[in-house]
């Protein structure tokens, strides 16, 4: 499998609007209030140009993104956010290898942080579940809303997980904003 991993540019926003629409639609329908189920265009183009948004190119388009940005009032470790996969790309890993991909070269390894954090859902039917079985760990809930908590999940970060995974693509950092 083929992959690669960047920064997104402008020039990607329509695709990874696309990406991010498709994949939390099922989010929508379970009435969770997440800033992403509303996402537009200028939401996205605000968040390439502000934030740190990563992509992984499969088979020439953007088959998943994850975002990353400080979160100082909730944590003192980068806060990942947006997190979505191509609906029709879903069951092919594409997620995992970006997702290990930013916790283990751009948090651990290019921001030093030896933590990473991240919130979903408490109602969502398999995301906790999900982040809880790749190692994250419970340790604040706010009220999201419509009889939900969003719960915030942290993951230390250690050498000895990397040298246990191989992430199978190329890395291509585009220029920063």
């Known amino acids: 499998m083929s992959y690669t991993y960047r920064l997104a540019a402008e020039e990607d926003a329509e695709q990874v609007l696309y990406v991010i629409q498709g994949a939390y639609e099922s989010i929508r329908q379970l009435g969770i209030e997440f800033r992403a189920v509303h996402a537009d265009l200028d939401m996205i183009v605000t968040n390439i140009k502000d934030n740190s948004c990563y992509i992984l ?18 944590t003192p470790h ?6 979505a996969v191509d609906p029709e790309r879903s069951g092919q890993g594409l997620g995992d290898h970006l997702l290990t991909y930013v916790e283990e070269h751009i ?7 030896d933590a990473v954090t991240l919130a979903t859902s408490k109602k969502h039917p398999w995301l906790l579940p999900m982040y809880e079985r790749r190692g994250y760990e419970r340790f604040f809930e706010r009220d999201l809303g419509k009889d939900d908590q969003l719960v915030y999940l942290t993951k230390k970060l250690t050498a000895a997980e990397t040298a246990a995974r191989t992430l199978g693509g190329t890395y291509h950092e585009s220029n920063r904003h």
């Open 78 to 83: 980068p806060f990942l956010y947006w997190f």
């Open 57 to 74: 190119i499969h088979d020439g388009s953007v088959a998943a993104t994850l975002s990353l940005k400080p979160l100082p009032e909730v």
């Open 107 to 113: 948090v651990r390894d290019t921001l030093n942080a």
